[in-house]
Every structure is written in C-alpha cells, then in structure tokens.
C-alpha cells in the first residue's frame, strides 16, 4: 500500500542481526547488507497500532469535518485565497484518513489480514499516493501564495481571486492524480523477501522526492525569503508584520517536516540497508514513522486554534449552530413553533 499497513503478526520469535557476511548467494551483489535469516520479521507492536489508527480515526475525521466547515464559512465570508488553500488542504488530509488509515491499515491490514485481490491492492495503491501527493502540494501552493503576498504585494493583489486560486487546487489535484498511476506496481515492503528490482527503486526514490524532499524544499526556500523579508522590515525601523496565514504556513510547514522525516529516513534504509521483512527493527521503525506521519493529518486543528482567533470564534459558532439545530430537532413540533412565533413578537 501506499502508506504500508499495519502487520498483525502474532509470532513471538526474534529474527537475528543482520549480518555483514552473508552466506545466502540470493543475496550478492545487493547494495548493503540483507540478512540471511528466511523468517519474516514479528510485529513488535502488537495490536498498537490497531488501537492508534482507531483513535486517529475516530477523532481526527470529525475534527476535520469541522475545520473544514470552518474555514468554508471563513472563505465564503472573506474572500481571501489562503482560506480555500487551507480549505483544500483539509478536504485532503479527509480524504488521506478514509482511503489510507481506514482502507488500508484498518480494513485491509487488520479486518481481512491482507488477504485482499491483488488489483484492489494496487488501485488502492493509486488512490492512497495520490491523496497523499494532493495534500504535500496544495501546502505548496499555500506557501508560494504566502510568499508572493508578502514579496510581491501588488502583483498578489492584482492577480489572486477565488477563481484563479480554485484552478489552482483543480490542477494541482488533476495533477497528483496523474502522479498517483505509477505506484499501481509499488511492491508491499511487508512481504519485499527479493533484494529490491530498478522499478522498486525508481518508485521509491519517485516517492520519496515527490511527497518530501521537492516540497521541502521549496518550503526552505519560500518560508526563508518570507523570514528574511520580514527581518529586513524590522531593519528599517517597521513592526515586522506577521499575519495568522504566515503564522500557519510556518506552522504547518514546520510539522510536516518533522512528521514526515522518519517514514523517509526508514523508506530509504529499507532500500539499502535492511528490509523490513527480515529485520524486526526496521518493521518497528517503520510502524512508528507511519504513526508519526498519519498524525500530521490531524494536528493542524490545534495548530489554526492556537494562532488564529477568528478560526477559533468560527469554530465556537459551527458547534452552537449544530447544537441550536440537534436541540430544534428534540423537541416537540408545538414547542419549535412558541419559541419562533415568542422570537417573532419580541422582534415586533
């Protein structure tokens, strides 16, 4: 899968070290060490990640719901791109949470225990890099909107307009989903057992530039020139100013990085160093990086209510709109009609 789900195995045994001198001949001429013990390496995590991806799960997809509601209100209100850039950035992290957290680790990986047909596996495959690619790069097309707002002021206001910003998330996830084909042949790292093929590598590698090192990149780039440009403002004697957009990029770019960070580190270990079905310390590594990287779905809701005091005033009025609504629907039909027929002749 795209985000390799959780194995349940239940096998206590320990797979031994890997070993520099290998006996296996299968196993020459690899690049790094692959070890030689033949058993598949045990789930030391058990039923953890099971119990996290539930959690996840059930917290995280009604909080994005709400945060997307939220910033729906507040892009319809204001106009302003980067309400529809964060708007877009929530409707994927959504979708990121059905299609890999539920399909994949919870339904494929611990319902049915991987015992899916291969072609659902690999449309599968499509769907999850392809949610996970529009997500990295709707972040991108925030940053280089915060960055043409602060470094080229007139040019933004001439040019940014709620259509123009729409194209730009359509074409973004038109494109992604073009970048999702190719991973239909990404090989499971659960039951990679062969040393990895040139089409193995070219994936991963495709992976790993796609959904980290390019984007990070352009965020080092983008938020530096956005910092030093704000830095050069306090030079000249100006308050340097740091709106709640630019607070959020650097926020959620910053997360992203973190999170993101261990699932390549052990991608590429796994690649040249270990596989993750023969060592049980890259297959716990790897359990872990998944968990870290999942979790990045769901914290940008702490992240707007910290900074922004208007999310969290927008957010407060979407709960007593559902809460006003759920209690009208309680109620009886006669008591619904006094209190509007009282509300009317207090008004009057």
């Known amino acids: 899968m795209g985000l390799e789900g959780a194995e349940t195995a239940v096998q206590p045994q320990v797979t031994l070290l ?9 196993y020459d001429g690899v690049d790094g060490h692959w070890p030689e013990s033949p058993e598949r390496s045990p789930c030391v995590a058990g039923i953890i990640p099971v119990i996290y ?15 997307s509601v939220a910033l729906a209100r507040l892009a319809a209100r204001t106009r302003k791109p980067s309400y529809h850039y964060l708007l877009a950035l929530t409707a994927s992290d ?25 072609a659902v596996v ?27 707002a602060l470094c080229r002021p007139l040019r933004h206001r001439a040019t940014s307009s709620p259509g123009r910003t729409h194209r730009a998330i359509a074409a973004v996830i038109g494109v992604t989903l073009l970048t999702g084909i190719p991973f239909y042949w990404w090989l499971d790292v659960w039951r990679d057992a062969d040393p990895p093929s040139t089409m193995d590598k070219l994936l991963k590698w495709a992976h790993c530039l796609i959904v980290y090192f390019i ?38 770019t910053s997360l992203f990085a973190l999170l993101w960070a261990p699932r390549i580190i052990v991608m590429l270990y796994h690649l ?9 310390r890259v297959h716990l590594a ?30 407060r009025q979407v709960i007593r709109d559902v809460h006003m609504a759920c209690a009208l629907k309680s109620q009886p039909k006669r008591t619904v009609v006094e209190l509007v027929l009282k509300s009317v002749g207090t008004e009057l």
């Not at 495959?125 to 043409?148: G, K, Q």
């Not at 965020?219 to 100013?241: E, H, M, Y």
Request: glycine residues 6%; aromatic residues 10%.
């Open 18 to 26: 890997p070993t520099v001198n290998g006996s296996n001949p299968r």
């Open 53 to 67: 991806y539930s959690v996840l799960l059930s917290l995280g997809l009604p909080v994005n719901v709400l945060t």
């Open 94 to 118: 959504i979708v990121t949470q059905v299609i890999i957290v539920f399909v994949g680790f919870l339904l494929q990986g611990a319902v049915l225990a991987r015992q899916v047909p291969q």
């Open 122 to 148: 690999r449309t599968a495959n499509i769907l999850e890099f392809a949610a996970n690619h529009a997500s990295v790069w709707i972040a991108v097309l925030f940053t280089v909107d915060r960055y043409n």
């Open 215 to 252: 984007p990070c990149n352009v965020f080092l780039v983008t938020n530096s020139a956005i910092i030093l440009r704000l830095r050069k403002r306090g030079q000249r004697g100006l308050r340097p100013l740091v709106s709640k957009s630019t607070a959020i990029l650097l926020g959620v």
């Open 272 to 280: 040249y160093v270990a596989p993750v079905h023969r060592d049980w």
């Open 286 to 315: 790897l359990d872990i990086a998944n968990m870290l990287a999942m979790l990045n779905t769901e914290v940008n809701f702490g992240l707007y209510c910290f900074i922004s005091k208007t999310f969290r005033a927008t957010v």
